[in-house]
C-alpha cells in the first residue's frame, strides 16, 4: 500500500526538491505539504501552486503566529534565555511548528512525517523529538540522511533538471530562516569565520540597515511589562505580536540587533551564522533592565544560572520535557513583580537604557544615595568582621601552623 507523508514544506530549496525526491523514491506515495506560518511573509506568496505543480496532493497553510509568540517566544523572553548570545530565534520556531505536523499527520492517518533538516545541524533533532513526545510510533523521513545530493548546489542542480521553479541562484544561495522573530543567513562566504558580512551590500540584510547605513539621529522608545510580558509600545496597548512586528520595523531602521556568531551546535561541530532580530534583541535588554531593579539578588542570580540551562533545552529540541516546563514555572514566580516601564535610546545598532521605573522597584534612593542616609555606615563593621570570619580563621591557623 502507498504511503501517505506529510511534509514541512517551506517552499525553499530543500523542501522544493523533497516533494519530487520523495515521489521518486518511495513508490506511489502521496505527499501533504504543511507550511507553518511563524511570520515568514510573503514567503507563503504562491506556495500552493509550487507545492501542487511539484507533485504534493495538497497544501496546508497553518497561521501558527499567535501561538508561536505567546506559547514559545514569550516564555523564552521572560527567562532570559540566550544560547551563545543566539535569541533562539529558530529555535523557539521548530517545536511549535511541529506540533501542527503532528496534529495534521495524525488528522490524515500519515505514515510518515517529512523533514528537510541537514544531518548536520540542530533542526533535524528539535523536529524529531516533539514528533516522540506528540506521536512516539511514527515514522521519520529524513532525505538529508538518505539521498545521494551532498550539497546545497547539488539541489540546485536537481531542481534545474525537474523543471522546478526556485527563489535563489547559486550566488545568493544562503541558507536562511525568516520568522517574525528573526532572520538568519548561514553558508556561502559565512562558512569562513575569516570573510566580513557584507552589511552594506543590497540584499544581504533584510530585517535591518546596517549600523553604518542608520540615522544620524537617535529614536526613543517606552516599553510597558506586566508581569515580564510586553503590553505597551510608546504609551499603546498592543498584543506582544503586534509590538515584536512594530519593533522590527523601529529597530531594524536604526541597525539593532545584528549578531555574527560562531556557535557550538548540538551535534559537536562550530557553525557560524548571521542573525538578524532587531525587536527581539530589544525586548531582551528592555526586559533585562527592569528585572534589574524588580528582583532581589538572590533570585536573579539563581535566575541568570537557570537561564543557561532553559537556553540548552531549547536549542537542543528538549521544549517538551519536565524540566523546561519546571523551569518556566519557577520564571513565572520570578516574573510576578517584572511590571514596570523601561526607555531606551536607539543609535546605529545601540541601545542605550534612557530610564525605567516599576511599581515594584527595589532600588531606594536613599538608601543607595551618596549623600544624607537612613543607611547606618556603622553596620558594615559587624557584618564584615561576620562575612570575613571563615577567611580570617583559616589566615590564623596557617599562621599557627607555619610556626610549628
Not at 533542526?123 to 551532498?150: C, N, S, Y
Not at 556568531?261 to 525586548?283: C, D, F, H, Q, W
Request: proline share 4%; with cysteine.
Amino acid at each position: 500500500m502507498a504511503m501517505k507523508i506529510v511534509l514541512a514544506y517551506s517552499g525553499g530549496l530543500d523542501t522544493s526538491v523533497i516533494i519530487p525526491w520523495l515521489k521518486e523514491n518511495y513508490e506511489g506515495c502521496e505527499v501533504i505539504a504543511v507550511c507553518g506560518n511563524v511570520g515568514q511573509g510573503d514567503e507563503t506568496d504562491g506556495l500552493e501552486e509550487k507545492a501542487l505543480k511539484t507533485g504534493a496532493s495538497k497544501l496546508y497553510i497553518e497561521d501558527l503566529s499567535d501561538m508561536y509568540v505567546n506559547d514559545f517566544i514569550m516564555p523564552t523572553l521572560k527567562a532570559g534565555a540566550v544560547y551563545e548570545e543566539y535569541l533562539l530565534g529558530t529555535s523557539t520556531a521548530r517545536p511549535c511548528i511541529a506540533q501542527r505536523l503532528v496534529e495534521i499527520a495524525l488528522k490524515e492517518n500519515a505514515d510518515a512525517i517529512c523533514h528537510g533538516c541537514t544531518g548536520k545541524g540542530n533542526d533535524q533533532v528539535r523536529f524529531e523529538l516533539t514528533i516522540q513526545h506528540f506521536a512516539p510510533g511514527m515514522k521519520v523521513i529524513a532525505p538529508w540522511r538518505e539521498w545521494e545530493l551532498t550539497s546545497r548546489e547539488d539541489e540546485i542542480d536537481y531542481a534545474e533538471q525537474r523543471g522546478i521553479p526556485l527563489k535563489i541562484s547559486r550566488e545568493t544561495n544562503y541558507s536562511k530562516d525568516k520568522n517574525l522573530w528573526h532572520l538568519s543567513h548561514e553558508g556561502l562566504d559565512l562558512e569562513d569565520p575569516a570573510n566580513e558580512p557584507t552589511y552594506e551590500k543590497s540584499g544581504f540584510l533584510e530585517m535591518c540597515v546596517s549600523p553604518m547605513q542608520a540615522p544620524d539621529k537617535p529614536t526613543y522608545i517606552t516599553l510597558d511589562f506586566e508581569q515580564g510580558v510586553p503590553v505597551k509600545l510608546d504609551g499603546q496597548a498592543m498584543t506582544p505580536k503586534e509590538i515584536i512586528l512594530k519593533l522590527n520595523e523601529v529597530g531594524g531602521a536604526n541597525g539593532i540587533g545584528i549578531q555574527d556568531i560562531v556557535e557550538n551546535r548540538l551535534v559537536g561541530m562550530k557553525s557560524r551564522g548571521v542573525y538578524e532580530t532587531p525587536g527581539g534583541a530589544i525586548l531582551y535588554k528592555a526586559h533585562g533592565l527592569l528585572e534589574s531593579i524588580c528582583l532581589d539578588r538572590m533570585t536573579a542570580h539563581k535566575k541568570q544560572e537557570l537561564s543557561l540551562t532553559f537556553a540548552q533545552l531549547v536549542y537542543n529540541g528538549q521544549w517538551f520535557t519536565p524540566l523546561r516546563e519546571a523551569l518556566s514555572a519557577f520564571v513565572d514566580k520570578t516574573q510576578e513583580t517584572v511590571t514596570g516601564t523601561v526607555r531606551l535610546k536607539l543609535y546605529k545598532g545601540n541601545m542605550i537604557p534612557a530610564g525605567l521605573e516599576s511599581p515594584y522597584s527595589l532600588y531606594s534612593e536613599s538608601m543607595a544615595t551618596f549623600g544624607e542616609s537612613d543607611y547606618n555606615q556603622k553596620d558594615a563593621e559587624g557584618f564584615i568582621n561576620l562575612y570575613g570570619l571563615p577567611i580570617r580563621v583559616k589566615a590564623m591557623m596557617d599562621q599557627q601552623r607555619a610556626k610549628q
